[in-house]
């Protein structure tokens, strides 16, 4: 028997279960009408598009709630005009959900960013990655006068990030949407494990606020 229980062994799920029942038993104690507000149509003002990291989830960092942040996350934060997933989010994001605020957030510590460096091959991940060895050939000189490797490491993350936040600038989702006026800004953004805090490493607002 195949599956993810199989006759006459304990789910090893079990326990998520139960952790769901009772967290969803402490929301209605906490908030009655917690769920009847949850299933109403999601009109979030920012799309998030991060790292699959387990360590970064973007509502917990930024101590929103369910249903404030449209989100897409993949290795290393990357957006490849040819991924027809991120550029589907983006596109619903845009024009349905009318986000005013798109954030690309990486973090330092990134192993996608690590891993794009190593000379040792990793499989497929090597050709999804390959936009982050562009950046560094890119920046070479900088990258290069910088001897702490973790500093190195950190400083090609905001790299690249600056990198993905101009790649949806250039897609035509967004291009369309701020030719016709639509209110909405790039940000972007580098997040610390150490302490749970955000970089702003990019953000037009705030260049329009100047």
Known sequence: MTGIQREGKTNVLEDLLKQNKDWAHRQIERDPHYFERLVEQQAPDYLWIGCADSRVPANVITDLPPGE?????NIAN????SDINCQSVLQFAVDVLKVRHIIVCGHYGCGGIRAAMERSPHGLVDHWLQPIRDIASRHRDELEAITDDDKRFDRLCELSVESQCARVLQSPIVRDALERGQDLHVHGWAYRLTDGHINCIA????????
């Open 203 to 210: 953000d037009d607002k705030k260049r329009d606020d100047k």
């Open 78 to 81: 990357l957006v490849h005009h």
């Open 69 to 73: 942040v449209f989100v897409h996350r």
